[in-house]
């Protein structure tokens, strides 16, 4: 009876979950509840009922499974793709739709067409004009959306390392969290964003730059084209989306204007409070940094337009582990070995796979997965050689001629033998 009442939801059903509770307590009107999910006041009724009626399931798309009754058929799709090249290659997706209508009695949307092209490889996206950027509110809710970037600078001057402020301002209010790291990558990163998820909750959405830690700049594989992914994620969008956190790009530096002037004060103000107070290393610098992030917070934060925080708990059994870390996808060999960054593991358990998942943890431990479930290995000094490759070769023996050899006897020259030359040896 209890594997019946288990409700399986993904991350962002969670988060609509979380809202429509908010919602049933009292805490969020509809109106709000539907700008920070992105639908109508008339879904949010909706979903209000259901998750009353049904609990946590009435979250849950009634048509999650189920191919669309509106959907083509493939046949059409690969028709309509062979006609595209016999009759209208080079055509835009709008006149192709028109002479598929007009010549062909071929009806489809534009934008259908446009997709069955670019899955082709017969149309290309075009870079669109630079819009216009206009000032933008601040979002009402604490915890609705966070603004995340790293800051290089002389923090320590001449007493320390070089080090990286790893930085998280909350949108609505300005409330700051920040670390100190020799870099700026995705380890930090991702540690930065788990220390504050463990400490606030986590956020709906995380506002980013373009920096190659957070959207990767690679083309997508095979097996991302095929799971529907239009672009390769980088290690934080990955973990970004099993979290649930929508990530955003921002097209330049001013648009996340909350996380710059943060930065601007800290390197103002931050470097000589750390000059005063003789900070000379990174855990020094750590652990000023959380009191001095009180008194700013204290001074320069701003109470939220409205009521209610839209952090999420994190959940008690998931996974912080799997999700904070760096995936990589490596072949098992037939004698059951992987070999990850120069090293080799042996996997002990009997499993039959092509691939198993290397799990690089944050404070640089090995996990091998197979299916979401942990292998037992452990690591061999070198790779094991096969037998064949076992068999020593005989040793070479260099032969010495003897003393009489017709080669110590004579030396070669004008084609006549000359007088014997003995060589010792």
Not at 115 to 134: E, F, M, P, T, V
Not at 265 to 294: C, H, P, Y
Not at 333 to 342: A, E, I, K, Y
């Amino acid at each position: 009876m209890a594997r019946e009442d288990m409700v399986v939801a993904s991350q962002e059903e969670l988060r609509r979950l979380h809202v429509i509770r908010k919602v049933i307590e009292g805490l969020m009107i509809e109106r709000e509840a539907g700008e920070v999910l992105g639908v109508s006041v008339r879904q949010i009724r909706r979903l209000v009922k259901r998750v009353k009626l049904e609990g946590s399931r009435g979250v849950i798309h009634r048509s999650r499974g189920r191919v669309s009754n509106r959907a083509y058929s493939e046949e059409l799709k690969v028709g309509v793709q062979e006609l595209y090249r016999e009759k209208y290659r080079g055509f835009g997706p709008t006149l192709a739709v028109e002479k598929l209508w007009k010549c062909d009695r071929v009806e489809l949307s534009r934008e259908t067409l446009r997709g069955w092209l670019i899955d082709s490889g017969d149309w290309r996206r075009h870079r669109k004009r630079k819009g216009y950027r206009a000032w933008r509110e601040r979002k009402g809710h604490l915890g609705e959306m966070v603004q995340m970037d790293g800051s290089h600078h002389d923090w320590l001057e001449d007493r320390g390392p070089e080090c990286v402020l790893m930085g998280i301002v909350d949108d609505a209010t300005g409330r700051p969290y920040g670390r100190f790291y020799g870099y700026e990558g995705t380890v930090p990163a991702l540690d930065s964003f788990r220390r504050y998820i463990e400490g606030h909750g986590i956020p709906q959405s995380v506002y980013l730059d373009k920096h190659t830690t957070y959207k990767s700049p690679g083309e997508p594989t095979v097996e991302e084209q095929l799971a529907g992914e239009g672009r390769r994620l980088s290690e934080f969008e990955r973990a970004m989306k099993e979290l649930g956190v929508e990530v955003i790009h921002a097209h330049s530096p001013q648009a996340k204007g909350r996380i710059e002037r943060f930065f601007g004060t800290m390197q103002d103000r931050l470097v000589k409070e750390m000059r005063l107070a003789g900070i000379k290393s990174l855990e020094e610098a750590n652990e000023f940094l959380e009191g001095f992030l009180i008194e700013y917070q204290e001074r320069f934060g701003v109470a939220p337009a409205r009521s209610g925080d839209l952090h999420r708990p994190v959940p008690k059994r998931l996974d912080l582990d799997g999700i904070f870390c760096l995936k990589t996808k490596r072949s098992l060999r037939n004698d059951f070995t992987v070999s990850h960054n120069g090293r080799v593991y042996q996997v002990e358990d009997r499993i039959r796979a092509n691939k198993v998942m290397v799990q690089e943890q944050l404070d640089g431990t090995i996990q091998l997965m197979h299916k979401g479930h942990p292998l037992a290995f452990k690591e061999l000094p070198r790779r094991p050689m096969p037998e064949r490759k076992l068999i020593q070769k005989k040793e070479k023996r260099i032969a010495i001629p003897p003393r009489d050899h017709a080669w110590r006897n004579f030396k070669y020259g004008r084609g006549k033998y000359e007088q014997p030359f003995i060589a010792s040896r």
